[in-house]
């Protein structure tokens, strides 16, 4: 059977792939999204099954990245998907998944831009434009771009290290969720050269609900961008331990989202 939308990208994007292919499948049916995790079975040719998702699908959605442009299968799909649009069968749609350069073919073609607008305004906008029961089990539904790790240092300090792995976040804002008073804490972010900063006392709820305090930290006309985390300090300015809880990203006014640990 023909796909109306075709997914092309690199498993190396999947988690990002399968919050959009989830979506679709939502809006237009999981029958009418060609993405190889649920279209392509165990025993399935995957080459004649990519073929005849591209016998006459809508749309082609190619997930742009430095990972898809270097893969073979990847380009031939696009490829052929190219052609297709050219002889008016097929809208070839890309997305720019991370900082790479698009294609020379592609740069004529009106893309989707997530790495700068994020996953979500992504794929409003995918739905937007493909708008006019199997055993797949979701591996990648709580996907983010934003990830953290910690390190404990000798003198009682804390360095959170905030990586984005895809896109750029044009909003660096985080707060760090702390059972400590401000007089037992001072914070930075590390080599940069000024910072906006605050303490607020009784800012989060907690598990127990009881209310945490919270250090805000984003750096001064910085966007948080793949492969050049951004490292925030937390020091010790008395002789209580640290007691870091929650580490959150800023979404919009009064809301706030957890940052996995990477």
Request: aromatic share 10%; proline share 5%; with cysteine.
């Amino acid at each position: 059977m023909s796909h109306k939308i075709f997914l092309s990208h690199n498993h190396n994007d999947k988690p990002l792939v399968e919050a959009v292919a989830l979506r679709l499948a939502s809006i237009f049916g999981q029958d009418q999204v060609f993405y190889d995790s649920w279209t392509i079975r165990p025993g399935d040719g995957i080459i004649d099954q990519m073929n005849k998702g591209l016998e006459a699908p809508e749309f082609v959605f190619f997930f742009v990245s430095t990972n898809s442009l270097k893969s073979d299968m990847v380009k031939l799909e696009w490829q052929n998907a190219l052609y297709s649009a050219s002889k008016g069968k097929t809208r070839l749609i890309p997305i720019r998944v991370d900082g790479c350069d698009m294609p020379a073919l592609l740069k004529q073609s009106l893309f989707i831009d997530m790495y700068t607008i994020g996953l979500e305004a992504a794929i409003s906008q995918i739905v937007s434009v493909a708008q006019g029961n199997t055993s797949f089990t979701p591996q990648f539904q709580t996907f983010s771009n934003l990830t953290h790790s910690i390190s404990n240092l000798d003198d009682g300090s804390i360095e959170i290290t905030i990586q984005a792995s895809h896109m750029m976040e044009p909003n660096p804002n985080f707060a760090f969720v702390v059972l400590n008073e401000e007089s037992e804490i001072s914070y930075w972010i590390k080599g940069q050269p000024g910072i906006l900063s605050s303490f607020f006392q009784n800012a989060f709820q907690i598990n127990d609900n009881s209310m945490a305090n919270a250090v805000v930290m984003k750096p001064v006309n910085e966007a948080l961008i793949p492969k050049k985390p951004l490292t925030f300090q937390l020091m010790k300015q008395s002789g209580a331990n640290l007691n870091l809880i929650h580490v959150l990203h800023e979404q919009g006014e009064n809301k706030w989202s957890i940052v996995p640990l990477g």
